[in-house]
């Protein structure tokens, strides 16, 4: 077997438990890989060689992934993630009503400065703050809060520090909301080229395909979300969405409720959870 080693802008990088399942299913090399491991070997050493190996399987194998398969694989680490380090005694964010002002309506919220009233530190950096709005999110005891909450996230995530970006993404929306679909991902084709770090143009993106019922490609931009930010909620109910709608009830209950790990009070992953559970009791009593 050849290989032919190069840069490719969409292959996808996976984890340790999907490497372990592609050794698993039965994936071999032919012998002009073992011949070249051998140079290797002599070349760079055993271990050299054996990482190299690896990297050319994911390489190969990841292409034996459904899409969703692979997204699977991004959402895998998400749970140890939600809680992942803050500084000790951060203060309880401000997120009541006026801290809302500071999403979509009020103007972009202020990264690593102080907001009057906000209570976060002057050196908090965007993830910092963000770190701490989702802790804050997981531990929100009323509907009204949570919401505050999701809002000053949302806020966060839709900030592209970019005045075409934003422009792009205000016509895409304009577009959507018309139900100009081609000229949405025209737009948005755009956003992710200029800034493929930018979350919402890959989460926009794949809302419209999900729209247009393409879920190939509406997973395929899901997984570039989840890759940027693995608590992405609304991208991870998304994600549940297309695999209800696949038939794999199971597969979405595990997911929604991931989310609901992440957003406790989000009533619409609430509402599927419960649903979920219903259908399959129903499908195995």
Known sequence: MRFFLFARPNSSVIGASTFLQLQLSGFS?????????????R????????ALACFLLLVVGVERLSASERVVAVVGP?????????????PKLNTGPEAALNGPAGGPAQIGRSAPGHGVPAHYTRGQLLDALF????????????????????????QSGSHTLDLLMMRSAKAIEGKEYGLALDLLDAVVRLDPGYVEGWN??????????????SLADIEQVL????????ALSGFAMILRKTGKNDKALEVFQHVLSIYP???????????LREELWGQYH
């Open 204 to 217: 926009r993106r794949a809302t419209v395909y999900f729209l247009k019922e393409d879920l190939g490609r």
């Open 265 to 275: 009070l989000l009533e619409n992953a609430q509402d599927a959870v419960k649903s």
């Open 29 to 41: 090399v032919g012998g002009s890989f073992s011949r070249q491991s051998d140079r290797l070997r």
């Open 43 to 50: 070349c760079v050493g055993a271990y050299g060689a054996v």
């Open 135 to 158: 802790l804050e999110l997981r531990d929100a005891d009323t509907l009204g809060n949570a919401q505050s909450i999701s809002r000053r996230i949302h806020s966060l995530f839709m």
């Open 78 to 90: 998400v749970k140890v993630q939600v809680t992942r380090g803050l500084p000790k005694g951060h």
């Open 227 to 234: 890759r940027i930010e693995p608590r992405h909620y609304p």
